[in-house]
C-alpha cells in the first residue's frame, strides 16, 4: 500500500475521541490556562502528514490559548514542503514557518524554534504526530499547578498503512501491568513498571503521575526553565539521547517529569528515522550525556557501548550549565526514580563484560533489541561490549540490559523481560570452575559450533563448558 497515498485520500481531521480516557470527560479546568507555542522542526516530511499535525492542533486547542505554530525547516529538498506548504498555510495565521538554510539536525532546529517562540509555555512535538479533542487542556493545567515540571501525555501510534489510532486500553488494564519510558545504561530507551505502592497513592487512573524519562516526541515545559537549563545539547548532531540529555537535568536540577494520560496524542513511527550519517560526526550523543551529567556512572555507559573509537567533543559548557543551576547527582536521580518505579541499575555485581568460551573461544552474543525468546549464540568476540557484555547482577540474574537468559523447556538459552522485583526464578552462579550454572536445574551453559544457539545440559567440566568473564570482589 502507498501510505503516503492513503494519509493524502483521508480527511485532514478526522475524529479521535475512542481515545479518550472515561475519567477524563468527568474533569473540569481552569478558564485561566498559559498561552502556548507550539515547535514542530520537519525534514523532508510527507506534506500531507505534516499538515494532519497542523490541522490537528488548530482544531482541539482553544484559540485563545494558542499564540502560535513554529514549523522548522531543516534543510528540507523535497518541493512538497518546501513551496506548497506555504500554499497550504497561507491562511492559517497562527502557522509561521522558519527554514532553515542548511540542516542543523533534530536538536538544532528543535532549539532554532524554541528560541523564537512568543510564549513561554512551549510544546515541541514531532512532525508525524496528531494531538486529540481535549489534549490541550489537562497538560496546561499541571503546567499551571507545576511550572517547573517537565509533561508528556499519553502516546499512541498511529498505524502507518491506515493512519488510525492505536490508543492504550488505560481503562481496561492494571496500572501496573504498563510500562513508562525509561533508560537503560547503553542509553537505550525502554520501559519500567510503576511501582504499586505509588500508583495507589494517586486518587485516580486520570490524574498525573511521576515517570523517570520522557520518550521526546511529544512535551510541554516552560520556556524560561529550558533555556536556563541549556536548552539542548547542540553538540548532539545525530539522533537519540537528547530525550535522556533533557530528563536527567529537570530531575537534577530542581524539576520533575510526569505523564498527564488525559493529555492523548497518536504518533507515526516512520520506517526511516531522522539522523545524519554517523561518517558526519563522530560525536556520539550518548558519552556526551554521560560525561555531563552521569557522573561516576559513565563508565558503565563508555563500558557498554564500547565503541572507543567515538568521541564526545568539549563539553565544558554543558557542564558549566550544571554548576550554574546547582544540579544534583546522578545518584539524587536513581534514588528519586527508584522511590516510584522498578528500574535496574547496574551495582553489586558478582562479574560483568564480555563471555568468551574456553572452546571456541568466541563469545556470547545477544540480540540488539528486548525480544523475547530469542536465542543466545557465540560469536567472533569483538571486545566492544554492546551485544557481548553481559552482567551477574546482584540478584544472580545472567542478563544485558533489561534483557535476561533463561533455559527454556528444550534447554535452550533464550532470552525475556527481566523481572525487576520480587525474586527470579531463574539464577544463575558463575562458580570456580569457570562454568555458569542455571541453579534450579544444576545445568551448565554449554556452547556449539561459532554462531549457534548454546544450550544447557549436565556440567562434566568439558572445555565448551568453560567461560572467562571478569569477576568482581566488589561492585560501588
Not at 116 to 129: E, F, G, P, Q, R
Not at 178 to 195: E, M, V
Not at 275 to 299: C, F, G, I
Not at 357 to 371: Q, R
Amino acid at each position: 500500500m502507498n501510505r503516503v497515498y492513503e494519509c493524502v485520500r483521508m480527511p485532514l481531521q478526522h475524529s479521535s475521541s475512542e481515545l479518550f480516557i472515561f475519567r477524563c470527560s468527568r474533569k473540569t479546568y481552569p478558564s485561566d490556562l498559559p498561552l502556548v507555542s507550539v515547535i514542530i522542526p520537519f525534514r523532508n516530511e510527507a506534506l500531507s502528514v505534516l499538515l494532519r499535525t497542523v490541522h490537528s492542533i488548530i482544531n482541539t486547542t482553544p484559540q485563545q490559548n494558542l499564540v502560535d505554530i513554529i514549523l522548522v525547516d531543516d534543510g528540507s529538498t523535497d518541493d512538497d514542503v518546501k513551496s506548497v506548504l506555504e500554499v497550504h498555510v497561507k491562511g492559517m495565521t497562527k502557522v509561521k514557518i522558519l527554514r532553515l538554510s542548511s540542516s542543523v539536525g533534530l536538536m538544532g532546529s528543535r532549539q532554532k524554534g524554541i528560541e523564537n517562540a512568543t510564549s513561554d509555555i512551549i510544546v515541541v512535538m514531532d512532525s508525524h504526530m496528531e494531538v486529540t479533542a481535549g489534549w490541550f487542556e489537562p497538560i496546561a493545567t499541571e503546567m499551571k499547578m507545576d511550572p517547573k515540571a517537565l509533561l508528556t501525555g499519553q502516546v499512541g501510534v498511529i498505524d502507518r498503512d491506515t493512519f488510525q489510532f492505536q490508543s492504550f486500553p488505560l481503562d481496561k488494564v492494571p496500572e501496573n501491568s504498563l510500562d513508562y519510558q525509561t533508560f537503560d545504561f547503553y542509553l537505550y530507551q525502554t520501559g519500567a513498571f510503576l511501582k504499586e505502592e505509588y500508583l495507589k497513592t494517586r486518587k485516580m487512573k486520570s490524574d498525573p503521575f511521576y515517570i523517570p524519562a520522557i520518550q521526546g516526541n511529544f512535551f510541554m515545559m516552560n520556556r524560561t526553565m529550558f533555556l536556563k537549563l541549556g536548552g539542548f545539547d547542540l553538540g548532539m548532531k545525530l539522533w537519540g539521547a537528547e530525550q535522556f540529555e533533557l530528563s536527567f537535568k529537570v530531575w537534577m536540577c530542581g524539576g520533575s517529569i510526569k505523564c498527564v494520560p488525559c493529555s492523548l496524542a497518536g504518533h507515526l513511527y516512520r520506517e526511516i528515522i531522522w539522523k545524519r550519517p554517523k561518517s558526519e560526526t563522530k560525536h556520539s550523543n550518548e558519552y556526551r550525556l554521560a560525561a555531563v551529567w552521569m557522573d561516576q556512572y559513565r563508565n558503565d555507559v563508555f563500558e557498554m557501548l564500547g565503541n572507543y573509537s567515538l568521541e564526545y567533543g568539549d563539553v565544558e559548557e554543558r557542564r558549566k550549565i550544571r554548576r550554574t543551576n546547582k544540579c544534583k547527582s546522578f545518584q539524587y536521580y536513581l534514588d528519586k526514580v527508584k522511590t516510584f518505579a522498578h528500574i535496574y541499575i547496574p551495582r553489586g555485581r558478582k562479574a560483568k563484560g564480555i563471555i568468551q568460551n574456553a572452546a571456541t573461544e568466541a563469545c556470547l552474543d545477544g540480540p540488539l533489541h528486548y525480544g523475547s525468546q530469542i536465542a543466545i549464540i557465540t560469536y567472533w568476540c569483538h571486545y566492544k561490549g554492546y551485544n557481548q557484555y553481559w552482567e551477574l547482577s546482584a540478584k544472580d540474574q545472567l542478563r544485558h540490559s533489561y534483557v535476561c537468559v533463561r533455559r527454556n523447556m528444550t534447554n535452550h538459552a533464550v532470552t525475556e523481560r527481566c523481572k525487576e522485583h520480587g525474586l527470579d526464578e531463574q539464577t544463575w552462579r558463575y562458580n570456580q570452575n569457570d562454568e555458569i550454572v542455571e541453579q534450579s536445574s544444576g545445568l551448565c551453559l554449554t556452547a556449539n559450533t561459532i554462531n549457534t544457539p548454546v544450550h544447557l545440559e549436565a556440567c562434566k567440566g568439558k572445555r565448551n563448558q568453560k567461560w572467562f568473564w571478569t569477576r568482581l570482589e566488589r561492585d560501588d
